[in-house]
């Protein structure tokens, strides 16, 4: 299996140029799919024969927080307080 440095250097150089840049490419997928940003990364990862956690410092934290709040939808974490509006 190729290392951490090795797949980060990979999605940098010859695909993705920032972390915001990857972030931006998996929220248009789902839109495009019609799936949630969690499982369009899950798909990147599959497709790509990498593990998610190999991608985790390219994960914004707009993103980070779309996944998250997906999870809490699906039940896959607690779900956190929110301020009301």
Do not use: W
Request: charged share 30%; aromatic share 8%; with cysteine.
């Amino acid at each position: 299996f190729p290392s951490h440095d090795i797949i980060l250097e990979y999605l940098t150089t010859r695909e993705f140029t920032s972390p915001s840049e990857f972030s931006i490419f998996i929220e248009k997928q789902a839109i495009k799919r019609g799936i949630g940003c969690l499982e369009a990364l899950l798909e990147y990862c599959e497709e790509k024969e990498i593990e998610p956690i190999a991608v985790a410092s390219f994960i914004t934290n707009s993103l980070r927080e779309k996944i998250r709040a997906e999870a809490e939808e699906m039940n896959l974490l607690k779900k956190t307080a929110k301020l009301p509006l």
